[in-house]
């Protein structure tokens, strides 16, 4: 249970780690300290707070296929900027990236799209590690 858990908290400061990286918005006011209590923050949220929310949500998960999960995922990730001192979600600043295959565009979001922004990167990167270590 304890491996369980300082896997969930090292894969989660990492994700914060990489997206704060990508995109400018994130603020960790006292630097890594910020980020290592947003990381178990997460964690804690993730694995005590989440299922209950995907309780409550699952009529809505039914009908919708959990297309509609990603709002367990921002509801999380916003209850962590309320307990968290320090750290904030101000904006999402993506810049842009434009390769031979790929072309994204930029993007700035605020308020609630910010937090939805950020909790869906966040949500992408912790997958892509869960499936390179399993």
Known sequence: MIK???RHLVVNVFSLYTVSLLAQGLV????????FMAGLGLTVVSMLVKPI????????????FNLF??????????????VVP?????????AGMSSKWLDLPALNFQGVLAFISFSFLISLITALIYWLIN
């Not at 999960?69 to 962590?80: E, F, K, M, N, Q």
């Not at 320090?86 to 993506?94: D, E, H, R, V, Y």
């Open 69 to 82: 999960r990603w709002v367990t995922s921002t509801i999380a990730l916003y209850l962590v900027t309320l």
């Open 4 to 6: 369980k858990i300082i």
């Open 28 to 35: 960790f006011e006292k630097g890594v300290t910020t980020m």
């Open 53 to 64: 929310i995907n309780i409550l949500l699952l009529p809505i998960n039914l009908v919708t």
């Open 86 to 94: 320090g750290f904030q979600i101000a904006k999402f600043a993506f």
